[in-house]
């Protein structure tokens, strides 16, 4: 090819590719119809974009929209948006498209109409419009689908169902679907459609009485899958309730009341020792777990409720408090009568249900601790109950028995559990001492935490094993054992000798609390005033710091102190200088 073909060739095809933009271009510029977009993005954009860009960007919306004004015979629209957004809504075709639409975040009103101005009601109203759209393509899909059909709104109503509410049903979609779900958990033709229904009937926050009787039905199946899934979906009855009631509105737009929490879990509770009896093990641990829902909803709710509030007088926190103690009352009772049918299954064969045991005592202990604390804000004096004082306290030599189990996450969580006990593990504090010389340091970590708990009962007990883990090879056993001496005070005296050894050992935090440990046990510990002198002398300012204080309480008339402390007056520290001084203010 010569260089004159090559570049009549290259002429002709520049050409066919002017006529291309010239032919093709043009018919882009001069469309009216936009590119299509998404239909939910189109709805984000109608709720939150200015509604006259929206118009003069999408001549297809603004033709639409002029149409829609004069068939209704409007003639002044204000802004426009509510006949915008209905126009939009109108566009979204299938459930996930709808579903999608229903979930933004941003737009949609979330006050009650009256709140709203005029606009504003509009959007509400279309909005719950598309709800019950929703509602009836669901049933419709829930009544005929097919069976990937029908599993896949079941799973779109439990994800969904808490987010979305109407001005008539503030509970939400729940309960506008929890009729169809029991349905389908009753009737439906396949047993996983069955089982998918009563998953969602713990994840929408139905009607507790409603959703119980359902699951109870379930409890009874000959299926152990089925049982599983009754019992799982009785503990998230609870955790759902408890999740919206902690003050979420911000995120959430279905809300829940403590009473809500309190009729789920008094609904549950009576079920759920059915499971906690069961022959299969998932069975088992699914009701355990129940249990822990139920007690954790307690102390959530409260530790929410107690929150500092520059706004709530005295008087105020003792009326809410007062409350709050009458609603849940019945569900400390009930809780109560679960705890014997747990500590049974501290037994169990299953390793995995002894744990998820031990976890749900703790957390009944920790309600507990809950509990008495709202009893004194409550102010109800002698007529308080302590309805699970007795039976966790019957608990713990169950829970002592498992610190011999051979799986170490059993001991671990037993001891964890009788630690929430606090002066209820007492029965226990036997196999608690000798868990001090477990050979797992995690083990003695929380032994040594637990009998910090239990102090200052049971010294002549406890201060002998701690005395041993004083100088653990662990730096953490020893923190929690010096933690736990400290509690004992004066009585931990037999772990003087020890302490004085620990003074020179270690990092300097753990010699600090050393230190502090035997200012704690008082002139008891005078045994160890060389050692605490000769810590005047230490490197680091906070050492010699703690031992200018210890010496104070320890020595109140020893002279050979008082001669340290004077020297100690001279330390390049002022706070050594100024312990020293306070401490020789009190020697005499």
């Known amino acids: 090819m010569n260089y004159t073909t090559f570049i009549s060739r290259m002429v002709v095809a520049l050409g066919f590719f002017v006529c291309g933009i010239l032919v093709v271009y043009p018919r882009r510029l001069l469309a009216d119809e936009p590119v299509l977009k998404d239909p939910v ?11 006259e860009q929206l118009l003069l960007s999408d001549p297809g919306l603004a033709r639409r929209f002029a149409a829609l004004l004069r068939t209704k015979g409007i003639k002044a629209s204000g802004d426009g948006r509510q006949y915008i957004v209905a126009l939009e809504v109108e566009g979204l075709r299938s459930l996930p498209q709808i579903r999608q639409a229903l979930l933004l975040q941003n737009g949609w009103p979330i006050t009650t109409p009256e709140d709203h101005p005029p606009g504003a009601v509009a959007i509400e109203r279309t909005h719950d419009g598309l709800v019950e759209r929703f509602v009836q393509e669901s049933r419709k899909v829930l009544k005929a689908g097919s069976q990937p059909q029908r599993l896949a709104v079941l799973a779109m109503i439990s994800t969904s169902a808490v987010w979305i509410r109407t001005a008539k049903q503030p509970k939400g979609l729940g309960r506008m679907l929890e009729r169809d779900l029991v349905d389908a958990t009753e009737h439906d033709r396949d047993s996983r459609v069955r089982q998918a ?3 969602a009937l713990g994840e929408v926050f139905p009607e507790p009485g409603l959703a119980g009787a359902a699951l109870s039905n379930l409890l009874d199946s000959m299926e152990a899958s089925t049982r599983r899934v009754a019992a799982q979906a009785l503990a998230n009855l609870v955790r759902v309730a408890s999740e919206l009631a902690n003050d979420q509105a911000w995120v959430t737009r279905v809300q829940a009341s403590r009473t809500d929490v309190a009729q789920a879990g008094l609904v549950a509770l009576p079920l759920i020792s059915r499971a906690i009896a069961d022959t299969d093990s998932g069975v088992r641990l699914e009701g355990v777990e129940a249990v822990r829902q139920v007690a954790l909803a307690l102390v959530h709710s409260e530790e929410h409720r107690q929150g500092y509030n520059p706004e709530n007088t005295e008087a105020a926190i003792g009326q809410k408090a007062r409350e709050a103690y009458t609603q849940f009352l019945p569900v400390a009772r009930t809780l109560s009568d679960q705890v014997p049918t747990v500590s049974q299954r501290l037994h169990d064969r299953e390793p995995e249900v002894t744990q998820a045991a031990n976890q749900t005592l703790e957390a009944l202990a920790d309600a507990r601790t809950l509990w008495l604390r709202l009893s004194t804000l409550a102010a109800v004096g002698k007529e308080a109950e302590d309805p699970l004082g007795s039976v966790l306290q019957a608990a713990a030599p169950l829970l002592g028995n498992e610190l011999t189990d051979k799986n170490v996450q059993v001991r671990l969580s037993a001891l964890y559990a009788l630690e929430s006990l606090e002066a209820l593990a007492v029965p226990a504090i036997d196999p608690v001492v000798k868990a001090l010389k477990d050979e797992n340091p995690f083990v003695r970590w929380a032994a040594a935490r637990t009998l910090g708990k239990i102090a200052p009962l049971e010294p002549e007990k406890a201060v002998p094993g701690l005395a041993i883990t004083v100088n ?14 400290k509690r004992y005070g004066s009585t931990a005296k037999a772990a003087v000798p020890a302490l004085d050894r620990a003074v020179s050992q270690g990092s300097r935090d753990l010699r600090v609390l050393t230190i502090q440990t035997l200012a704690a046990i008082g002139p008891s510990a005078k045994p160890a005033l060389p050692t605490l002198i000769k810590a005047l002398s230490a490197n680091e300012a906070p050492v010699r710091e703690a031992a200018a204080k210890a010496l104070g309480a320890i020595a109140p008339t020893a002279p050979e102190a008082a001669q340290a402390l004077l020297k100690a007056l001279d330390d390049s520290n002022s706070d050594v200088r100024q312990a020293a001084s306070d401490a020789l203010l009190i020697i005499q």
């Open 41 to 51: 993005e189109r709805v984000r954009k109608a709720l939150n974009d200015s509604p």
């Open 472 to 485: 653990d090879t662990n730096g953490d056993v020893r923190l929690s054992t010096l933690v736990a001496l």
């Open 197 to 199: 229904a009563a998953q």
